[in-house]
């Protein structure tokens, strides 16, 4: 056991602080406020956007739109569990070393066989690179292109491929599908501007270096894994070896291996099963004292209820069979001072649901109730749904 212990109450104190949750920690900095839990998440493009308004001290979406596709200062990529993600560039780099580099070997390989199945080509390394080249020198004449200009433009892309042939699950795709997330996997394009609104997950594309000056490929796999797990450490320590492995999708050997290299410190943590292991940063142990109250209307997929396997600390498990589906998605949440408490849903009219799973006290409920005036005002005509919709959503929805 380590000499330092943390209590669930400090726990909670540094998630409301080093996750902007706070009123006093929120900025309007969103570079910032993603930096602040390392990455946001970006399987549901909603998420990104109300994860950022619910950290900003003067919500606006304008303001998210104007980080991710006009000063660029944060990017959208796959990384970590193959997920998207939205980061800065310089984590962008570290998560891209760390984890997307091992997905471009099996991708590769598959891609290949495909090909080669299909009968489009014996030679799938030169196709694909051929087709690379392709893509690449359109992008960089366009800036921008949607799928179907990039297809226009380089026609092996409009190529349908079977998969799983011959089989009672077989489906058809065209090649732009695999050729694009190969791209990506390599972290040579970037998915830029959505096609729609800000709600919309289809995206244009880009060139990675015409998108962010010097791309975000060439750093050290190993530096870049010990950094990437300082930051974690920083943003949602403490937490265990599983946890950690967990949040990066790596094996059990690249976590151990990351977390020694990182330098982490054993620390002592409470637990729903007692005082247990745990890892914090070297340069992090000092003692977080009690937050002001506060309130959140986090969104599905939102990293801070995301941010760890253990999630017992936060989530008592009566509301957890509410707000979170079997894979372990979580749907919007109602956060006050770092207990989910409920869940909240977008009705047609655009008012917010809110769905009380505990006792609050009626201050907090009324808290609760005002922070979901501004987000409507904020969402405005705008109406969404959510890709992982807690299973409370139906019941509330209908209320």
């Known amino acids: 056991m380590g000499t330092r212990r943390i209590t669930v109450g400090e726990r909670r104190a540094r998630l409301a602080r080093r996750h902007r949750l706070v009123p006093s920690a929120r900025t309007d900095d969103v570079p910032a406020i993603a930096d602040s839990v390392v990455a946001l998440h970006s399987s549901d493009p909603v998420s990104v956007f109300l994860s950022a308004l619910a950290r900003m001290r003067h919500p606006s979406i304008a303001a998210v739109e104007s980080a991710l596709y006009e000063a660029r200062s944060v990017i959208r990529f796959h990384a970590m569990r193959r997920t998207l993600w939205v980061a800065t560039p310089s984590v962008a780099r570290m998560a891209h070393a760390s984890s997307t580099t091992k997905l471009v070997g099996p991708e590769h390989r598959r891609f290949v066989k495909l090909l080669a199945v299909n009968g489009i080509s014996d030679d799938g390394d030169d196709w694909i690179a051929s087709a690379k080249e392709q893509i690449l020198a359109a992008l960089h004449r366009a800036g921008e292109a949607s799928t179907r200009e990039l297809g226009e433009a380089v026609p092996v892309l409009r190529q349908p491929i079977e998969l799983a042939p011959g089989t009672s699950y077989a489906a058809t795709q065209h090649a732009h599908v695999r050729v694009m997330l190969h791209l990506g996997f390599e972290g040579v394009v970037v998915r830029s501007r959505p096609m729609g609104s800000w709600v919309n997950g289809q995206y244009r594309w880009a060139a990675m270096d015409d998108w962010v000056p010097g791309g975000i490929v060439g750093m050290d796999p190993r530096e870049a894994s010990a950094e990437l797990v300082r930051r974690w450490l920083h943003s949602f320590g403490p937490g265990t070896t599983a946890d950690v492995q967990w949040w990066t999708g790596w094996t059990l050997r690249d976590t151990r291996r990351a977390l020694d290299d990182a330098g982490a410190v054993v620390v002592t943590m409470e637990s729903a099963d007692g005082d247990i292991d745990a890892w914090l940063a070297s340069d992090d142990l000092d003692t977080v004292r009690r937050s002001p109250t506060w309130v959140a209307l986090l969104p599905g997929l939102d990293p801070t209820t995301m941010g760890w396997k253990d999630r017992t600390?936060?989530?008592?498990?009566?509301?957890?069979?509410?707000?979170?589906?079997?894979?372990?998605?979580?749907?919007?949440?109602?956060?006050?001072?770092?207990?989910?408490?409920?869940?909240?849903?977008?009705?047609?009219?655009?008012?917010?649901?809110?769905?009380?799973?505990?006792?609050?006290?009626?201050?907090?409920?009324?808290?609760?109730?005002?922070?979901?005036?501004?987000?409507?005002h904020e969402l405005g005509d705008t109406r969404f749904t959510t890709r992982f919709p807690a299973p409370i959503q139906a019941e509330l929805l209908s209320s």
Request: charged share 25%.
């Open 313 to 376: 600390w936060y989530l008592d498990a009566e509301i957890a069979s509410h707000v979170v589906d079997r894979n372990g998605n979580a749907g919007p949440t109602i956060w006050v001072e770092g207990r989910v408490v409920g869940s909240w849903a977008q009705r047609k009219d655009g008012t917010i649901a809110l769905g009380w799973l505990t006792d609050v006290p009626p201050a907090r409920r009324a808290q609760v109730e005002a922070t979901a005036r501004v987000l409507e």
